[in-house]
């Protein structure tokens, strides 16, 4: 990677999003960060050949690359997205539904590169299922927050957070939809303040 120095403001970055699944907040960036545009999602990865998140970025005209990543072949995959990383000059990552753990090594080197979106208010809630365990422990609100990925499971340094009401009657489904909706909205911007230079990656 790339041009841009965190901290700093990017007149022009270029973005890759990890994503495993359906690829909805992967669809929020790529409408706020079109094709073409100064600021752009350029590249989609994704260690799931079958994931729609890879469908939406083909069939926008997106770099899109299946990697896999079998059981104890993080090095490899790492090693291959490094690769794509560096051809396609991406100045910032965005993890979203992207369901691996990354070595320490490969989120070191990229340090303030590296954004995730996690369904809970961190640092509540870090790992799985976060919308079920927020309701198991009879929270009154959850929601969702971006952050600067380290080498920890969701504990890096906090861009951003939006905050949905848990209602009375609320489903894992129904409150996973609604912080989904939060989610949307907020990872284009906390994107935004990254490249800004506004929101800056202290460790
Ligand atoms: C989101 O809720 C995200 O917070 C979580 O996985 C979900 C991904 O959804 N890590 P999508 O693939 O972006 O639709």
């Given at each position: 990677?790339?041009?841009?120095?965190?901290?700093?403001?990017?007149?022009?970055?270029?973005?890759?999003?990890?994503a495993s699944g359906r690829g909805?907040?992967?669809?929020?960036?790529?409408?706020?960060?079109?094709?073409?545009?100064?600021?752009?999602?350029?590249?989609v990865?994704s260690d799931q050949a079958a994931a729609p998140a890879l469908e939406r970025a083909r069939?926008?005209?997106?770099?899109a690359?299946h990697i896999q990543f079998?059981?104890?072949?993080?090095?490899?995959?790492?090693?291959?997205?490094?690769?794509?990383?560096?051809?396609?000059?991406?100045?910032?990552?965005?993890?979203?539904g992207?369901m691996?753990?990354?070595?320490?090594?490969?989120?070191?080197?990229?340090?303030?590169?590296?954004?995730?979106?996690?369904?809970?208010?961190?640092?509540?809630?870090?790992?799985?299922?976060?919308?079920?365990?927020?309701?198991?422990?009879?929270?009154?609100?959850?929601?969702?927050?971006?952050?600067?990925?380290?080498?920890?499971?969701?504990?890096?340094?906090?861009?951003?957070?939006?905050?949905?009401?848990?209602?009375?009657?609320?489903?894992?489904?129904?409150?996973?939809?609604?912080?989904?909706?939060?989610?949307?909205?907020?990872?284009?911007?906390?994107?935004?303040?990254?490249?800004?230079?506004?929101?800056?990656?202290?460790?």
């Open positions: 990677m790339a041009n841009w120095t965190p901290g700093t403001r990017a007149r022009r970055a270029r973005i890759a999003v990890f909805s907040n992967l669809g929020s960036l790529m409408s706020a960060y079109p094709r073409g545009a100064d600021r752009a999602v350029a590249m990865i069939k926008a005209g997106l770099a690359y079998p059981k104890g072949g993080r090095e490899a995959f790492e090693r291959q997205a490094a690769g794509a990383l560096a051809i396609g000059e991406i100045d910032l990552v965005c993890l979203a992207f691996r753990i990354l070595s320490a090594e490969f989120v070191r080197e990229r340090f303030g590169r590296i954004l995730n979106v996690h369904p809970a208010l961190l640092p509540e809630f870090p790992g799985l299922d976060p919308q079920r365990r927020a309701l198991q422990a009879g929270a009154r609100a959850s929601g969702c927050t971006i952050h600067f990925v380290d080498e920890g499971i969701d504990t890096g340094p906090i861009i951003a957070q939006a905050r949905v009401p848990i209602l009375p009657g609320d489903s894992e489904a129904t409150l996973s939809e609604r912080i989904l909706a939060a989610e949307h909205r907020l990872y284009p911007m906390a994107v935004g303040l990254v490249l800004d230079g506004i929101s800056r990656p202290v460790p």
